[in-house]
């Protein structure tokens, strides 16, 4: 269903947007991958070799002119613009108190502005196919707030804001737009947390464990197959938070 696609992943050298790439491949789609600085030749060799092709462009989606470069270069390489995962994203935590007026701006640039960059960019290529799907990473934070994350938290709760109005918006054109909110998932990040602060998060977690980040990108993978599904936000959790 996703052969010979086009799907572009923000902040895709690493983590999560590096597991994107590679399920999607898998899927049979082209990928179009993005970084601020560079893409390692051994990630696009590993998604070469499912028969795929891939196009590498660098830049900062933050500002409006390098998301405009991502979204159109893809569109001139590959003939379309069939999903969009917005996955980069940055932390700068600190307590509310102690936080600088930079810490907050960027978080909110990265995660938040960047997000909108890309999709205003991105949803006049799909509205003109009359189709495609975007798919916003946000984070269970987003849902619950969290202590010494107040910037991350606003741009992740801004991100299923917009997410739902860009569902209402474009819905009636068959574009999808849904949220994905991840618990902890094991990536570089939580590798440099102590044993003693895994433990107590992992207590925090009905299933006990941290999630893979194949959990998310399989996520995405089902939202971006399934055409009747918009304006909502997945929780890949482990149960953390359990909406009713």
């Keep these: 269903m996703l052969k010979n696609q086009t799907v572009v992943i923000t902040g895709s050298s690493r983590g999560i947007g590096r597991g994107l790439a590679l399920e999607f491949a898998k899927q049979g789609a082209n990928i179009v991958l993005n970084a601020r600085k560079e893409i390692d030749q051994e990630l696009i060799s590993e998604i070469e070799s499912y028969g795929v092709k891939t196009h590498v462009v660098l830049g900062d989606i933050q500002y409006f002119e390098e998301a405009k470069k991502l979204i159109t270069e893809a569109k ?12 980069a994203g940055i932390t700068r935590d600190m307590l ?42 946000s984070s269970v934070v987003g849902l619950t707030g969290n202590a010494g994350q107040a910037n991350y938290a606003a741009s992740k709760a801004g991100v299923i804001g917009l997410t739902k109005s860009v569902a209402r918006e474009l819905s009636s054109r068959g574009i999808t737009c849904n949220a994905i909110a991840p618990g902890f998932i094991e990536t570089d990040m939580t590798d ?6 895994k433990e107590a998060t992992i207590a925090q977690i009905p299933l006990k464990k941290l999630g893979q ?3 998310i990108a399989r996520a995405a993978v089902f939202l971006a197959t399934n055409k009747y599904i918009t304006g909502q936000v997945i929780n890949v959790d482990g149960g953390m938070v359990m909406n009713g």
């Design 76 to 87: 001139e390489v590959f003939g379309s613009v069939d999903v969009l995962i917005n996955n």
């Design 96 to 137: 509310l108190m102690r936080m600088k007026e930079e810490e907050f701006d960027s978080v909110i640039n990265v995660n938040l502005k960047g997000t909108f960059n890309t999709i205003q960019h991105a949803s006049s290529i799909m509205l003109k196919q009359k189709s495609g799907t975007i798919i916003n990473m």
């Design 192 to 197: 440099v947390l102590s044993d003693k602060v």
């Design 213 to 215: 980040v194949e959990d």
